[in-house]
């Protein structure tokens, strides 16, 4: 039986042996808090940050109710995510990071997007994971529309 190379990943702060960013996907299908939380389990990370993101029944103009709402994502926008993820592991020691979200139709209570991070410790895990979705929002393209009670319809990040 041959010697296998072994990485001791118990050392707080060492990068993990293997990729980091665990799960990444745009998806049609309703999106699971258990498989990201669980792609993120790290025997090193003594902190996960998790954030769920949910369709609510208001938005937009004057707080309207929210009667539809879909998402579209643009052809670039799984690259753009994997950007977005290097450069949050390139930014923060993390241990794992996955980050998933819904494109089609929606109603209000699904789940629109699950982001998670682990890393050594709790401060750090919070900080990555904010990152992680504040810049999947602001620079990866999938634009949400929205329809109203009033008839009305807006498209958000377009």
Known sequence: MGAMAHTDASQAGERAAVDPIRLLAIRETPLSVDEVFAAVGDAAAGGTALFVGTVRDHDGPGDAQVTGLGYAAHPSAAAELQRVAEKVVADFPVRALAAV?????????????????????????????????DDLKAEVPIWKHQTFGDGTEEWVGV
């Open 101 to 133: 979200h819904r494109v089609g139709d929606l109603a209000v209570g699904d789940l629109a997007v699950v982001v998670a991070v682990s890393c050594p410790h709790r401060a750090e895990a919070f900080a990555a994971c904010r990152r992680l979705i």
